[in-house]
């Protein structure tokens, strides 16, 4: 058997929109792309939604419309995808990472506190594998220091934190729709937001910083970030099920669970908090701390070996190559993020997945952690449990 680690749920309704963009001659900016952002902005409850070609742009385009500048510092997570700091280094500012939550994976609203300095511009907090951060503690402390918060939701479209949808609580919110993600458009972002100038700006930059009113007018520095007809026809059609798509993911994290329920060597992702809704972007469990990071990388060789696609989502973003040569991070900058990170295993996981799969996925997950020799184990000088393959 090979089960891939993700899969776009593509049907009929989806590939008839596409051809309806192809046979109307209107191939960008035109009706589908407003559509789509209204859609979008309907799904978040906010008043504008600005269609890019992706979510990285969309939070590049966030950073530059919240006044981000060289030198200004910007707060966000470490255990991120790496767009999630990078959009802050485009505007050569800085990325200052703090810690995160053991269980949740998201930076704590003290720790944020901690890390603010004269020179903090922005917080930007991310809903990791679309489990809302602690959003409103964030803001109370964005309010009261006067600082704009982007959110990161590009893993957590539909999401809610207490029954209001994540991307809706800051200045600027943004959802991404490359192949993985829950909805997708093949490439593409979007930006929510209850700001009218934000969203005048990012229209604008996205644009090749055109005046609204004049083609050849060019009153921003922008950029060319625009998302196709094509694409949003994609998007469009997706977003209509996306109350179906969520509650179908969440049915397949309730098979894994039940399914690893009896491996004592994996800890499945923790439930919703109370008042709070996941929108699973992935099913990511980790190994206990009894095991090491290279027991981890020898599970993902093992599953691999047996058809099971994996990763270790996420490697820290300041242990990073290119993060170690820019600003000297070392191993142990950020422990937490770094003892996560080293056991986490990304399991395959999509809207259709079977219980036949899972059944697969958590058989290979036995054998591969039978072939390991836990700390424990050798302290106690007990030999490692033989290979069952
Ligand atoms: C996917 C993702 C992005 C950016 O998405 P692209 O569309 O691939 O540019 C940003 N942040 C996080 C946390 C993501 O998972």
């Known amino acids: 058997m090979h ?23 209107t191939l960008s900016i035109g009706p589908k792309t407003l559509e789509f952002e209204k859609a979008a902005a309907e799904i978040a409850g906010t008043k504008h939604g600005i269609a890019v070609n992706s979510g990285t742009s969309g939070l590049h385009l966030c950073v530059r419309a919240a006044g981000i500048r060289e030198g200004d ?5 470490p255990f991120s995808f790496v767009a999630s700091a990078n ?14 939550d053991p269980i949740t994976g998201s930076i704590t609203p003290e720790a944020i506190e901690a890390a603010i300095t004269p020179r903090t511009k922005a917080l930007l907090p991310v809903h990791i594998f679309g489990r809302p ?23 957590a479209i539909g999401a809610t934190y207490f029954g209001k949808r994540v991307g809706s609580f800051g200045q600027s919110g943004v959802f ?6 829950q909805v997708t458009t093949g490439e593409g972002g979007v930006i929510v937001t209850n700001d009218d100038d934000v969203a005048r700006q990012c229209r604008s930059m996205r644009n090749q910083g055109r005046a609204a009113s004049n083609w050849l007018e060019h009153d921003l520095i922008g950029y060319n970030y625009r998302l196709s007809d094509v694409n949003c026809a994609l998007g469009l059609n997706q977003l209509k099920r996306v109350d179906e798509i969520v509650a179908a993911r969440s049915r397949v994290v309730h098979m894994y669970d039940q399914a690893l329920r009896h491996i004592s060597e994996v800890i499945p992702p923790p439930p919703d908090e109370p008042n709070c809704e996941i929108s699973w972007f992935v099913y990511v469990v980790r190994l206990q701390d009894e095991f090491t990071g290279a027991d981890r990388d020898h599970v993902l060789l093992e599953l691999q070996r047996q058809g099971v696609e994996c990763r270790n989502y996420f490697p820290p973003i300041h242990l990073q190559a290119v993060y170690r040569r820019l600003f000297g991070y070392k191993d142990g900058a950020f ?40 700390k424990r184990y050798v302290e106690a000088g007990i030999p490692a449990a033989r290979s069952v393959l």
């Open 3 to 25: 089960i891939p680690l993700s899969a776009p749920d593509l049907n009929d309704t989806d590939k008839n929109a596409v051809l309806e963009v192809l046979n109307s001659r």
């Open 73 to 77: 510092e910007v707060i966000t997570s």
């Open 87 to 100: 959009c802050i280094l485009f505007e050569r500012a800085t990325p200052v990472f703090v810690d995160i």
């Open 133 to 155: 951060c602690a959003i409103a503690p964030i803001m109370e402390i964005a309010r009261k220091r006067g600082l704009p918060v982007i959110e990161d939701s590009c893993e």
């Open 176 to 181: 991404a729709f490359y192949p993985n993600k």
């Open 335 to 374: 422990p937490v993020t770094e003892r996560v990170a080293a056991r986490t295993i990304a399991l395959p996981f999509f809207n259709r997945l079977s219980a036949e799969q899972i059944e697969y996925v958590a058989a290979a997950l036995e054998k591969a952690i039978a072939t390991l020799k836990p």
